[in-house]
T-cell receptor, first 114, second 107 residues
Framework: DTEVTQTPKHLVMGMTNKKSLKCEQH?????MYWYKQKAKKPPELMFV???????INESVPSRFSPECPNSSLLNLHLHALQPEDSALYLC?????????????FGSGTQLSVL | QRVTQPEKLLSVFKGAPVELKCNYS??????LFWYVQYSRQRLQLLLR??SRESIKGFTADLNKGETSFHLKKPFAQEEDSAMYYC??????????FGAGTRLFVKA
């Protein structure tokens, strides 16, 4: 299995809702990432987990809460989001320790905050 | 650390050569990539400078003097139409993406 799977594909939520995005990979990668991509913009790094530990947090607001329950799963918990948080959220994974960090991306979750 | 792709849109005719420009700013030893996103498909790696490979007829050479990593193909095909992102990894887990160039290959 050489894919990164993200669910759901689409999500509409109100500003008072709590929801979660899920990501799964079975390639044995020990680094997993969350990226945010606004329309017609490049992906922007949000979080990185390495060996299930948070390695990078790019000053993301606390209304986004990542979780890595095991080496194959990555979640992004959402609470009290703002309309400007509407975007495509991409999960990615990679091996750790190689000279070049080749990223494998999921198809993304298109999030709309009303 | 920055990646610059000066062209938002590049339109060429089928069979014509194509060059997508990428310049980077980084004082260390860069790891550079080209990622591609075809319509309705996920973002995927096209090629990386370290492997010096040719994928789907595309090549890219790292020029440290000009801090460039331009993507080239001698004869564009319609199926090459996509969004192309140049990306820079500065070591560790941070990969910075350029703004992207949309390539449109006309029949």
């Amino acid at each position: 299995d050489t894919e990164v799977t993200q669910t759901p594909k689409h999500l509409v939520m109100g500003m008072t809702n709590k929801k979660s995005l899920k990501c799964e990979q079975h390639m044995g990668h020990r680094a997993m990432y969350w990226y945010k991509q606004k329309a017609k913009k490049p992906p922007e790094l949000m979080f990185v987990y390495s060996y299930e530990k948070l390695s990078i947090n790019e000053s993301v607001p606390s209304r986004f809460s990542p979780e890595c329950p095991n080496s194959s799963l990555l979640n992004l918990h959402l609470h009290a989001l703002q309309p400007e948080d509407s975007a495509l959220y991409l999960c990615a994974s990679s091996q750790v320790g190689l000279q070049d960090q080749k990223l494998f991306f999921g198809s993304g979750t298109q999030l709309s905050v009303l | 650390q920055r990646v610059t792709q000066p062209e938002k849109l590049l339109s060429v005719f089928k069979g014509a050569p194509v060059e997508l420009k990428c310049n980077y700013s980084y004082s260390g030893s860069p790891e550079l990539f080209w990622y591609v996103q075809y319509s309705r498909q996920r973002l995927q790696l096209l090629l990386r400078h370290i492997s010096r490979e040719s994928i789907k007829g595309f090549t890219a050479d790292l020029n440290k003097g000009e801090t460039s990593f331009h993507l080239k193909k001698p004869f564009a095909q319609e199926e090459d139409s996509a969004m192309y992102y140049c990306a820079l990894n500065t070591g560790g887990f941070k990969t910075i993406f350029g703004a992207g160039t949309r390539l449109f290959v006309k029949a």
